[in-house]
């Protein structure tokens, strides 16, 4: 049966011991079994091994370009990857400064075991969560409704609703040169029997793959020669909970850079053929936009060098992770090419790199609320759709989870468009395109940057996660309490004074900034206003004229948004309709015609003539009941 778009399927079953089943406890599986119980249902969180819940499974860090908007947004919403973040970061740096605003992303290095200690905590200790460790056999389906699950030592767990999170998980296989093992990440097992029980729902599975780097000792490593890259002085949160007096709440560190050389390529070149990928033995597709580094070196030959940022795991351990070097060569081969790099002749090293191939699901099976359209109560999370990272699991987590518990409870769906948020851009891009590599957020993938920055996420999100039950009153007051000191900062901008213009009308010079007022106007400095909301008050004076031309394309894109394209429209009898175009719209089924003109390979032209063929339609529709009455 399939779910409409911005509802949610039908019928419901009779509540069992939870009315939310959860499998996986990674970012999206928290995340979405923390909303679920906000929303106000009785959830179980089922994980493999309860001691690896919140695992950074590979590089330990939150945020970054676009994806710092997502862990904002995340926050906004009741989340708690933000304040996890912010209790566990090791170095903060807010990426982008050099550019403009729209693209300035927030990023944070974390202590690795702290950070799942901390993400263990918080769902423990949450009302209305269970714990339960075990392996998922499969689900538990019944009239072809999921209802349930049962693990695979016998256990069944009934419910109305099912989230699976099961990130890499899905008939995973380990690869290291020419050694492999079953598994989704390293010392521990992979899960069979979910991917049968979702091909025989009659979804289309896929194959996709990730990597990542070796980890070296960090007294093996000569730091002495490396150049240190520190964290912002004044560092900002991610979290709008987060005590600013108190922050940040751990000792801050230095990460070291370095480079590859024609050395480290020459070795790379030898020994190409002894990489899986190379070899033949993975067929998953791995990530452009994140390639290893023997696919830097193959597809790059032009480049003398890469770069590769040395990041310390944590304050209590010497684990270093090797970013920028991911790898699946032989052991053998990485320790050789790993050595020719400055500073790491000595190295040390306690885990090898390894790629991980795993199973998918076509998303665009998905609905905007992220259930499967043939299962009711099935939703499906995190890197199970396609996806790749943390920030981008932990957005959908959230949103699956809300509405998995808002469907259980018979209450109407949360979806986001793209105009609110990098979540809402994000599933629309999962469930519109149906990308076939690893999809990873980026600025670039968002039209509405503008009116999404990282420094307005509450101003955008809090009224919506209000009135969906995913926030409380606290959340609220926080939010009058930012408006209330917003308006001051506006107030005193527009009353004073320089050279004939006021501060606000200064602030349109492209040079002017905040810190170009407070240098002008000593007098700001002494008012008391909270410096991140007045940064953020400069922010939308400069760009008041962009910001409302960007809001006119998102009253127009909405109209398109609204027009239904019929479900019963057969494309093939629409001439002039390019081939391709043509075969994806027959194969994905947009549901709008602004879901249409966002797939790729659907082109103006294309638009234009189905938006004449729905009209035609409609009026035939129109005519034949007049006639039938």
Known sequence: ??????????????????????????????????????????????????????????????????????????????????????????????????????????????????????????????????????????????????????????????????????????????????????????????????????????????????????????????????????????????????????????????????????????IIRANIQRAPMYAGRIQGVGPRYCPSVEDKVMRFADKERHLVFLEPEGLRTDVVYVNGVSTSLPAEVQEQLVRTIEGLSRARFLRHGYAVEYDFVAPSQLSDTLAVKRVPGLFLAGQINGTSGYEEAAGQGLLAGANAALWALDQPAFVLRRDEAYVGVMVDDLVV?????????????????????????????????????????????????????????????????????????????????????????????????????????????KYQGYVERARSDVERLRAQDALEIPAELDYRTIRGLANEARDKLDRLRPRTLGAAGRIAGVRPPDVALLAVHVERWRRARSAARRGEA
């Open 1 to 266: 049966m399939e779910a409409a778009s911005h509802t949610h399927p039908a019928p419901r079953p009779a509540a069992g011991a939870h009315d939310v089943v959860v499998v996986g406890g990674g970012h999206a599986g928290i995340e979405a079994a923390l909303a679920a119980a906000r929303v106000g249902a009785r959830v179980a969180l089922v994980s493999l091994r309860l001691d690896r819940v919140g695992e950074m499974s590979c590089n330990p860090a939150i945020g970054g370009v676009g994806k710092g908007q997502i862990v904002r947004e995340v926050d906004a919403l009741g989340g708690a990857m933000g304040a996890v973040a912010d209790a566990t970061g090791i170095q903060f740096r807010l990426l982008n400064t050099g550019k403009g605003l729209a693209v300035q992303s927030p990023r944070c290095q974390s202590d690795r075991h702290l950070y799942r200690e901390a993400a263990t905590a918080a769902v423990r200790s949450h009302p209305g969560v269970e714990l339960v460790e075990g392996a998922a056999a499969g689900l538990l389906v019944a009239d072809g409704a999921a209802r349930g699950v049962r693990l695979e030592d016998g256990r069944r767990l009934t419910a109305v609703a099912v989230v699976v999170t099961t990130g890499t998980f899905l008939r995973a296989v380990m690869h290291t040169g020419e050694a492999q093992a079953a598994g989704g990440r390293a010392g521990e097992g992979t899960s069979a029997g979910l991917s049968g029980d979702l091909e025989r729902l009659g979804l289309v599975l896929g194959r996709l793959k990730t990597g990542t780097p070796p980890r070296l000792a960090a007294d093996s490593i000569d730091w002495d020669a490396l150049e240190a890259q520190h964290g912002d002085p004044r560092p900002v949160p991610f979290s709008a909970r987060t005590d600013r007096a108190r922050f940040p709440a751990l000792p801050q560190i230095a990460c070291h850079l370095t480079h590859t050389n024609e050395r480290t390529h020459a």
């Open 433 to 541: 395109s149906n990308p076939t590599e690893p999809y990873r957020m980026f600025t670039s993938r968002a039209e509405h940057r503008l009116i999404l920055r990282c420094d307005n996420a509450e101003e955008r999100l809090v009224p919506r996660a209000r009135a969906a039950g995913l926030v409380g009153d606290d959340a609220v007051e926080r939010l009058a309490t930012r408006r209330a000191e917003a308006a001051r900062v506006e107030a005193a901008l527009a009353r004073i004074r320089r050279d004939g213009k006021s501060l606000a009308e200064l602030l349109l010079r492209p040079d002017v900034t905040w810190d170009g007022l407070v240098e002008l106007c000593p007098e700001l400095a002494v008012m008391g206003f909270d410096e991140h909301v007045a940064r953020a008050v400069a922010t939308g004076l």
